[in-house]
């Protein structure tokens, strides 16, 4: 049980919120919600609060309404096995939403995913300088991240 829990802050759509990244993630649930009451703020009997896991990973989230928005200084980090999970994840978490470069997104509600292999770690430190460096021009010239050509620039 991880000790530090992501609370996401959305624009009075959390359950359109949940039901997209339940679609998109296969082990997904919903833990709890909490409505709003008489004493608000929000209106009586919608979600206030929610507490749900995507594989594994909980988050908790608030209808906040439009004070506070997401930027790109907090992002979820989806490591990917193969170039099929990669095309999976960037498609869908980018349907209503904006495609960046070097694997990042942003979902149809702000909020950032970067869609990445599993071994970029390995190969943007690789101990041959040249070949690191050759990944990252790579992957700076990428939107969404393409394995084999990543690991044929780290040759």
Known sequence: ???????LWFDNNL????????????????????QYGDAGPGPKGTT????????GQKFMALNGG???????????????????????YW?????????????????????SWQVVPDNLGQLLH???SQKAANVMRA????????ISALEEAGK
């Open 48 to 55: 206030m609060t929610a507490t749900f896991e995507l594989e």
């Open 126 to 128: 690789n101990q041959d």
């Open 91 to 111: 498609e869908r978490l980018s349907e209503g939403g904006q495609k960046s470069q070097c694997g990042w997104l942003k979902d149809k509600f702000g909020l």
């Open 66 to 88: 439009p004070m506070f928005k997401f930027t790109e200084a907090i992002s979820m980090f989806i490591t990917c096995v193969n170039q099929e999970e990669i095309d999976y």
């Open 1 to 7: 049980m991880s000790k530090i829990t992501p609370f």
């Open 139 to 146: 992957m700076m010239q990428m939107g969404k991240l393409d």
């Open 15 to 34: 359950d359109d919120a949940i039901k997209f990244y339940s679609s998109v993630f296969k082990n997904h649930r919903l833990l709890y919600e909490v």
